[in-house]
């Protein structure tokens, strides 16, 4: 048997050379995400940065703690405290005392990411002065890195300002330094301090003052801006390659036992001359299971070695797209490889165990066919197994539909949930694969010539052959149009849900962080045509079922405004009785019965009970709660929404607008802009990773749509030989081929965009339970761009291989091995 195996590799090589390309990029694949999630899973100790050289650092309440039967609970506050100014004078009293302030600056030519400070706190870091000296005067900074010089004048939402020295950047972040006196009119409220004194003094003279922190040592970066950037960043991460390597996985083996099970059932002939020799149909599956082993152990020790390769690559691609820090690298880890390699062979083995059954089964008479019909194309395991799929994602649709529609806007289902459409649709493929090909090639076969006509029935008599090269197309075009389309669907319902609920004609919105002041919105206020209603952000926390404490975010605007200009998706209630001892509320909520008091801790950590005014339907999950200012303490204006009265001109309006906020610095945008700014697609991360995932599924599948060409193409050499006896010229034949292939790629996009469409209607169908009217945004740009690939692919792998064989005469191909 092993002979026959060893021979069997050697003769058909084609057929095993296309075998083991598909195992081993699928196993490399499996090794390349493994090894980036496990590297993503642990981030190393980070020192303080902008405090590194300070003594001690001294900071306000910035969480709090709720108990509960399960252990305390802690939440960031949306508006951390200020040290108070009582300690703040005791601590003076021990030494010198620095107030730190950090605020957005926006400079025209500067980076978009620029951070203004206080002079006094650079040498905490410490920056030195590489060229010019220290801010003096108000309209005097300093800035880190090279994008300005000494001397240059610089617009900023601040007001015009001169550079007066640079300062090395120190890589975690652009800074521009202001005098203390500018830093602290640009941004009034401290809420940290440096103090040049002993740490045990310091501890001593804030003891008893609930919430403050005393920083020293490594516990200094918590003072920094982003204290948990690098954990916050590798978390998203490990979601984002934990997404990749199960859809690599998904297509990886999906490909595999495609492919496996075509090769198979290429060799049905071969099959019956040894089921005609005296071979056993337990010789016949032993065989095939050899073949399996021998082809899965080399191409996933290869599959293994390409991985160690190209994780590095792929780590240094995230560091680049700066979606990892700095330090980010593959590490030493080893479990990846036995998983990929061992998920490699149990793949190759279970595509060559549920084939060898079938080949088994191979009649004596099929060593005497000549005819390449495929009379039986779907097994009973196939057809079982492919209801079963079909079924279960329909009866869990329903369900979720039924029970919990919001659960379908989540990532990790939209993202999991298409597989097993995919893959059911794959399985039904070669029932849909006649009908299809019939409908695609009726236009075609009515032409003059024999062309269309040969394509047709040549797709249709290879039903397996035809739906296995599909099959790379199937899943790279239904996988961009359900999670494109998931995304922009879910994007474009977020978007329509704003536009309804804003009745504003202009929203205004700051430059920086610290919002609007007094001086601002009195100017806003002041202009002729224009009703402004400010409101600002904040949170509400809530403790669910006990032990949960949830986070939601909040938008402070008084009662009058907000039935002005807003028009709230309610559920029950009256927008018009919200007051200072009231709240509305979604209905995610555990309590949202209207009348209901309910406990919450406010953004400051303030604990209060609120009546419930208002309930508002839960939509795509952004609907948050309103309160007003009074429950929103120490929140900025951060938006002011604007009507025209008095018929006022949209142009005037707007310019007076402009004038007002020109001093300080904001933007005056219409409502429809202002939504399209504010909602304009999924954030950078998720946007990143599904185009890796899509490009992971794009490249495996395009060299495995190809391999499967070559494979097909090499088995079809006996076609070829007839209709160049039956007087087709070479070129005849080759357009003949490649119309097929076009064929074949246009049944598989077909069958996927079947597939995307189903999965988007699942999805649009829980925005409507959830009263969100929208549309299906299917991504027709990038379904075209990929089917695009696939077609030049296919084309040119059919084409290739049948040039080649046609160079040789017509009546040598007739032997059975290729």
């Given amino acids: 048997m092993l002979s026959t195996t060893l021979h069997t590799l050697r003769t058909r090589r084609v057929t095993f050379a296309g075998s083991f390309v598909a195992l081993t990029l699928g196993v490399a694949l499996i090794a390349v995400m ?35 039967s399960i252990g305390d609970r802690t939440q960031k506050l949306a508006q951390p405290r200020a040290v108070p100014d009582a300690t703040v004078a005791k601590l003076r009293d021990l030494g010198t005392v620095v107030e730190d302030r950090s605020f957005a600056v926006r400079a ?39 994008w300005a010089r000494p001397g240059t004048r610089v617009r900023t939402d601040g007001g015009t300002v001169r550079v007066v020295g640079t300062v090395a950047g120190l890589g975690f972040e652009n800074a521009v330094f202001y005098t203390d006196t500018r830093a602290a009119a640009l941004s009034p409220r401290s809420l940290q301090l440096v103090v040049d004194a002993d740490a045990a003094a310091v501890r001593e003279t804030v003891r008893g003052r609930e919430g403050v922190q005393v920083l020293t040592g490594d516990a200094r970066r918590y003072a920094d801006a982003d204290p948990d950037r690098d954990s916050e960043a590798l978390t998203a991460m490990n979601a984002m390659f934990g997404t990749a390597g199960g ?6 083996v999906f490909v595999v036992a495609s492919t496996f099970a075509f090769a198979v059932a290429q060799r049905r002939r071969e099959f019956g001359l040894l089921r005609t020799a005296g071979a056993t149909p337990a010789q016949i ?8 082993l021998m ?4 191409a996933s020790a290869a599959g293994c070695v390409l991985g160690s390769y190209g994780a590095p690559m792929l780590a240094e691609w995230a560091v680049d797209e700066r979606l990892a820090p700095r330090w980010f690298s593959i590490g030493d880890y080893t479990w990846p490889y036995h998983m990929a390699f061992w998920t490699g062979l149990f793949v190759a083995l279970c595509g060559a165990v549920a084939a060898s059954w079938r080949a088994g089964r191979t009649g004596l008479t099929e060593a005497l066919r000549e005819a390449a019909v495929d009379t039986r194309a779907m097994t009973r395991g196939r057809w079982l197994l492919g209801a079963a799929l079909l079924i279960t994602a329909a009866v869990t649709l329903v369900l979720d539909l039924v029970t919990n529609p919001s659960d379908l806007l989540q990532r990790k289902i939209y993202v999991s949930r298409p597989m097993l459409l995919i893959t059911a649709v794959a399985l039904l493929a070669p029932v849909l694969v006649r009908p299809l090909v019939r409908l695609i090639a009726w236009l075609p076969a009515q032409l003059p010539g024999a062309s269309g006509m040969l394509v047709r029935e040549n797709a249709t008599a290879g039903v397996r052959r035809t739906a296995a090269v599909a099959a790379p197309v199937l899943v790279t075009v239904a996988l961009a149009g359900s999670l494109l389309g998931a995304t922009a669907t879910l994007d474009e319902a977020k978007a329509t849900e704003v536009r309804e609920q804003t009745a504003a004609d202009f929203v205004v919105t700051p430059a920086g962080d610290a919002g609007f002041d007094d001086a601002t919105l009195n100017r806003l206020a002041a202009v002729s045509g224009a009703e402004v209603f400010a409101s600002s952000s904040s949170a509400v926390y809530v403790l669910e079922e006990g032990v949960a404490l949830i986070r939601s975010d909040a938008r402070a605007v008084d009662p009058g405004p907000l039935v002005a200009t807003a028009r709230l998706p309610l559920a029950a209630g009256n927008v018009s009785d919200l007051d200072d001892d009231s ?8 309590k949202h019965t209207v009348g209901d008091r309910v406990d919450v801790w406010l953004g400051d950590g303030t604990k209060k009970s609120l009546k419930i005014a208002a309930v508002m339907t839960v939509g795509t999950g952004d609907n948050g709660v309103y309160v007003t200012p009074r429950n929103a303490p120490a929140a900025p204006v951060d938006r002011v929404d604007v009507r025209l009265v008095d018929a006022a001109g949209t142009g005037t309006v707007a310019a007076g607008l402009r004038e007002a906020v020109r001093a300080s610095g904001g933007e005056v945008l219409t409502r429809d802009a202002w939504v399209r700014q504010t909602y304009p697609e999924s954030d950078r991360t998720t946007r ?30 006996r076609d070829l030989a007839v209709l160049r006896l039956a007087g087709a010229t070479t070129w005849q034949v080759l357009r003949l081929v490649g119309a097929e ?3 074949v790629v246009t049944v598989g996009g077909v069958l996927g965009v079947l597939a995307a469409g189903l999965n988007l209607t699942g999805m649009w169908a829980a925005l409507g339970l959830l009263s969100v009217g929208t549309s299906i945004e299917m991504p027709w740009t990038a379904l075209a761009a990929a089917m695009g690939a696939c077609a030049v692919l296919a084309v040119i792998s059919a084409v290739v291989p049948a040039g080649l064989a046609l160079r040789r005469r017509a009546v040598e191909p007739a032997g059975v091995h290729d």
């Fill in 34 to 68: 493994g090894l980036a999630l496990a590297s993503s899973l642990d981030a190393p100790d980070r020192g303080p940065e902008r405090f590194a050289a300070a003594p001690v650092v001294v900071r306000g309440q910035d969480t709090f703690e709720v108990p509960t």
């Fill in 688 to 717: 990143t990773g599904f185009f890796l995932v899509l490009g992971i599924a794009l490249l495996y599948t395009g060299i495995s749509l190809a391999n499967t060409m070559v494979m097909a193409t090499s088995d079809r050499v």
């Fill in 247 to 252: 859809v690599a996985g998904f297509v990886s």
């Fill in 285 to 292: 599956r032993r065989m095939v299971v050899s073949e399996a």
């Fill in 295 to 298: 082809v899965g152990l080399l």
């Fill in 741 to 743: 292939a076009l064929m």
């Fill in 583 to 590: 709240i509305i509320v979604n209905e995610e909520w555990e």
């Fill in 108 to 146: 025209a030519g500067g980076p978009a990411d620029l951070v203004g400070h206080p002079w006094s706190t650079s040498a905490f870091a410490p920056y030195e002065l590489d060229a010019g000296r220290a801010p003096e005067a108000a309209d005097e900074v300093v800035v880190s890195g090279d």
